[in-house]
Antibody
């Protein structure tokens, strides 16, 4: 059974660094082909993909946020992490982590097959 | 970047009714299209991947179709538990549609 759960600070101030943790079970990020992604949803807005990390430590970032994002993993503890630097009120959102599924056709197609419940983060002075 | 335009933004339908939600990509996405359901409690579930493949555990009343730039999600027989917001997502750069909020009439 695949489960994921996000944790974060709840609230932080503008210009600080947001650190998020995704703790998962039912799969391993040391297994070939496995990956975890981060997605967020500001209140009243749509979903926005942020970053992915793969079993081989390959990383992909949303180009519009790339300079502020760092994704990493701790394979032995089944965790993935996301840091966002220099936050402001626009980063207030519910943050989700999700397992990535890959379908190989003529190239590779990614989608998210299991999601955590999300953690709410508020940026406020 | 590939833009995803979803319509309608909201939809009110009766129980048992057939419902269709549309998603258009700004370029050909070669069937790399997924559909997700987000409930009011914040939970998100994958319903459909690769345009028409039903995720195990998703109800069979959900189906997907499309090709090229144009895709759709159909619920054949709306049930009360389907009240949610639905999002499409393309599989190249992972952008989502803006969502369709489904309510009961």
């Amino acid at each position: 059974q695949v489960t994921l759960k996000e944790s974060g600070p709840g609230i932080l101030q503008p210009s600080q660094t947001l650190s998020l943790t995704c703790t998962f079970s039912g799969f391993s990020l040391s297994t070939y082909g496995m990956g975890v992604g981060w997605i967020r949803q500001p209140s009243g807005k749509g979903l926005e993909w942020l970053a992915n990390i793969w079993w081989d430590d390959d990383k992909y970032y949303n180009p519009s946020l790339k300079n502020r994002l760092t994704i990493s993993k701790d394979t032995s503890n089944n965790q993935a992490f996301l840091k966002i630097t220099n936050v402001d009120t626009a980063d207030t959102a519910t943050y989700y982590c999700a397992r990535i599924a890959v379908m190989y056709t003529t190239d590779s197609y990614w989608y998210f097959d299991f999601w955590g419940p999300g953690t709410m983060v508020t940026v406020s002075s | 970047d590939i833009k995803m335009t979803q319509s309608p933004s909201s939809l009110s339908a009766s129980l048992g009714e057939r419902v269709t939600i549309s998603c258009r990509a700004s370029e050909n996405i070669n069937n790399y299209l997924s559909w997700y359901q987000k409930k009011e409690d914040g939970s998100v579930k994958l319903l459909i991947y690769h345009t028409s493949r039903l995720q195990p555990g998703a109800p069979s009343r959900f189906s997907g179709s499309g090709s090229g730039k144009d895709y759709s999600l159909t619920i054949s027989g709306l049930e009360s538990e389907d009240i949610a917001t639905y999002y499409c997502q393309q599989g190249y750069t992972l952008t989502f549609g803006s969502g369709t909020k489904l309510e009961i009439k």
